[in-house]
DNA sequence: CCGAGTGTTCGATCCGTATCTTACAGTCCC
DNA sequence: GGGACTGTAAGATACGGATCGAACACTCGG
């Protein structure tokens, strides 16, 4: 029997955390990173499920940044679905202010690093 | 000739920074920590100038506790003022929200770790 | 079926930082 | 002046996390 086909995803359907489960300590360092913090400000300049992991101009190689997105993931922070080969991602705006409010807005806001 | 007894301090006076020039970075960092974070916490839960470095009840030496001051003070989240033998101080409540509107509330009225 | 494209996983490495111990520098009180 | 007390500075250590390279899984298009 075949497997359906989008939607069925990569291999294993990505884990994520609900934002509600997520502790500050976790949120902070999730964002306490350089190249995080920029993939979650393209991710919020973008619409939701049209960057894909490797559509982000970030200088580190791929097996890095495959681990910064599952950081965001168990932060609560982004979510991620699988469309073909790749792995599509939307930032979790709603879900992760409801859990800490105006902290997504204030990394948003900021200017510079 | 006597330097001025209160006030002149331990021997340097305590390098700040202000709130103003701490970038997101720096201040998410500073607070992405459990000892730090507890440090704050109780700061926000008592007086201005009542507490000295020595007076908080967390699990490390004096060595480090000094070290997460520095911290603290590098963020701008801490003002430190000597009094007498020991060094006192303050949470810059006003001054950190002015640049980082609400990260201050969000860390004091999260729950758990 | 094979090849190109995309991500994940594993192992190794490297660097920052949190920590301790020890030593030192002040202040205060007797 | 001599302690007791408080905090900082310096050196050593240990651990976590960010990174890379290589190998592997999966999808899609010839």
Redesign the pocket.
Known sequence: MA?Q??G?????A??HTDPADVSVLTAL??L?????LQLVRELAGSAEWTR????FD??????????????LRGAGLVE?R???????NRLRREEFDARFPGLLDLVLRADGD
Chains 1, 2 share one sequence.
């Open positions: 497997k086909a989008v069925g995803g990569h291999r294993a990505p884990v360092s999730a306490a990173d350089p190249v995080r894909s992991c490797g559509g970030v200088p580190v190689g791929k097996a890095a940044l495959s681990h910064h997105f599952s950081v991620q699988d469309e073909g080969p790749r792995r599509v």
